[in-house]
């Protein structure tokens, strides 16, 4: 998905304009206005089902997760068919040439699992290379930017240890509908609309992504036999087929064609790595992520650092929610440019910084009254003391899924390898181009990562499989979803429907990773009282209005009545289906 940093999509509108929006939103969003259950944010109802449920951002991949499941798979071969489905059929935001996080729940052993399959930067370059070319950040699109892709890894190391069904056979749905087509969606052919102009300069994409130079309208059939041939060459040749076979030395030779430093050498030596989540327990939950590379940290110092505060009290989009939000979400963003990097190459202050001890130090910081300006990171002394696709799948024996996969920056690089049907990731140009800091540039390094899957547990049994997609939205969303439930006592879809909160412009880890100075912008989805903004205005927050920056959700609660509860963001093409 896009990252916070490209405002390309977002139109933003003046004031006026924003109060009388707001005014006209200021119960609850008009589609939701007129339902008889009670809750005002719903668009529509919560997904029940007693074996098995699966929520995705494509409703023909929920179907194909269903699918497997009933014919004998288990939530990780669902989760992994559905993935492979959404690369063909959401391009906007996924495939096989970008990257993989996933948390499991295994009911056998009652645990979490988390796996990082995440690519590296390609060893032939280098942070003189940037400096030689007179660049002082790493541009978007693109053979600069384009790091190892670690999804179709990610989709065997989950195999290898919890699948039950063949590769052969999770691929089998998406070589069909490759092969014989499929009808775009609404929202996915928007976004691949607005791809096209940006990426079509590319070698290889305009040949393999467009319809006589365009993107796919709605409702049109859509086929890539090229990417077809490539995931029947994984299915019958495994993980070696894609990063030491000859699919390998395509990418190897592509790139050395077109100004690219990637090569079979990068490929061969890709493995990506089960990691340990790690946690923090709000209110009685325990709120799960993956440590860095990935910004899942930033949601747990958010959820610490807003946990004494009565937020129900205040109620939802209330000044006092919105504005303790906003300031805590600059505190922990400034620790996540400071600090979010690849551990194999710095020293990262995980469990501190995810510490309450920390969040009570860095609670002194944030007002009531007034907006601060910029957030400082903290120091070793204070630490010392103390573009994207989402889904999430759920099994008859009790084995939950979420995961998350994308290309980075909508459609990737715009980098596509002559007869292999997909795009490469932009992923590297999340790097700093300076030395000294945590997630500067270095050969073989994993960038930081914006996308993140979440789990929540309670007692420690499962509670909650989800996540928001969306660059920096995405921990933004995490607390907000967790907020929305635990504080405001919302159902699972009214928690994802009601109108979001994004604060944009802190320092960021990537490029020249400048401070913010200025408070940066609150974006306010329709639905917020327009009292709401004209008392975080007196605070000191600068609003604004934004169409598009705010994320996808999807999610899977257990019912404690038995089987599953499933949501489905509404702002995006998805469903929530079960059985």
């Known amino acids: 998905m896009t990252s916070s940093r490209s405002s390309s999509r977002r139109r933003r509108l003046p004031l006026a304009v924003l109060a009388a929006l707001l005014a006209l939103g200021q119960a609850a969003p008009a589609a939701a206005a007129d339902r008889i259950t009670g809750k005002p944010f719903a668009t529509r109802s919560e997904v029940y089902a007693p074996h098995a449920i699966a929520a995705t951002s494509h409703p023909l991949a929920t179907q194909i997760a269903l699918d497997v499941m009933k014919r004998g798979g288990n939530a990780v071969d669902a989760a992994i068919a559905a993935n492979a489905a959404l690369g063909l059929m959401e391009p906007t935001g996924s495939g096989i040439g970008g990257d993989l996080f996933a948390i499991v729940w295994d009911p056998k052993t009652a645990k979490l699992y988390g796996y990082n399959g995440s690519g590296r930067s390609p060893k032939a370059l280098s942070l003189a290379e940037f400096r030689k070319r007179g660049l002082s950040d790493i541009p978007p699109h693109g053979p600069l930017p384009v790091t190892v892709p670690g999804a179709v890894d990610g989709w065997f190391a989950l195999h290898e240890r919890f699948g039950r069904q063949s590769m052969a056979d999770n691929l089998a749905p998406t070589i069909r509908y490759a092969r014989e087509g499929h009808p775009v969606h609404e929202v996915i052919a928007y976004y691949w609309n607005a791809s096209v102009p940006r990426l079509s300069k590319w070698p290889g994409f305009k040949e393999q992504f467009t319809i006589d130079g365009r993107a796919p309208r709605t409702g049109e059939m859509w086929k890539n036999p090229n990417l077809a041939a490539t995931l029947e060459q994984i299915a019958q040749g495994g993980r070696d087929a894609f990063y030491k076979g000859q699919i390998a030395r395509t990418i190897d030779a592509y790139f050395k064609a077109n100004d690219g430093f990637l090569r079979y050498e990068d490929l061969a030596a890709h493995r990506g790595e089960w990691v340990e989540p790690v946690s923090t327990n709000y209110r009685g939950f325990d709120v799960w992520e993956l440590p860095p590379n990935g910004q899942g940290i930033a949601a747990l110092q958010i959820l610490n ?134 997630n500067s540039f270095a050969p073989g390094k994993r960038p930081f990562h914006t996308i993140i899957p979440a789990f929540v547990t309670k007692n420690g049994k499962p509670w909650l499989s989800f996540g928001v997609m969306g660059g920096a939205m995405q921990p933004q969303g995490h607390v907000q979803i967790l907020l929305n439930m635990i504080d405001f006592g919302m159902n699972l879809q009214e928690a994802g429907d009601a109108p979001r909160i994004q604060h944009d412009g802190s320092t960021e880890p990537a490029g020249q990773a400048v401070a913010m100075s200025d408070g940066g912008e609150l974006d306010l989805e329709t639905g917020y009282p327009y009292e709401t903004v004209r008392e975080l205005m007196r605070k000191g927050h600068s609003v604004r209005f934004a169409h598009g920056p705010y994320g996808g959700y999807q999610a899977i609660m257990v019912n404690p009545n038995g089987g599953y509860v499933g949501a489905s963001e509404s702002r995006k093409d998805g469903q929530a289906a079960g059985y």
């Open 305 to 438: 650092l807003l946990e004494p505060y009565d937020l129900k009290s205040y109620g939802f989009g209330s000044p006092e929610h919105v504005h303790l939000f906003a300031e805590a979400k600059k505190l922990a963003f400034a620790d996540r440019a400071r600090w979010y990097a690849d551990p194999a190459f710095a020293q990262l202050p995980v469990e501190q910084l995810i510490s309450k001890r920390y969040a009570e130090q860095r609670r002194k910081l944030i007002s009531m009254d007034k907006a601060a300006r910029e957030a400082q990171p903290a120091t070793p002394k204070e630490l010392d003391e103390g573009d994207t696709i989402y889904l999430t799948v759920a099994d008859a024996d009790g084995m939950m899924v979420s995961l998350i996969q994308s290309n980075y920056r909508g459609m990737g690089s715009g980098m596509a390898a002559p007869g292999l049907g997909f795009i490469f990731q932009d992923r590297g140009e999340q790097f700093v181009l300076k030395e000294g800091h945590p």
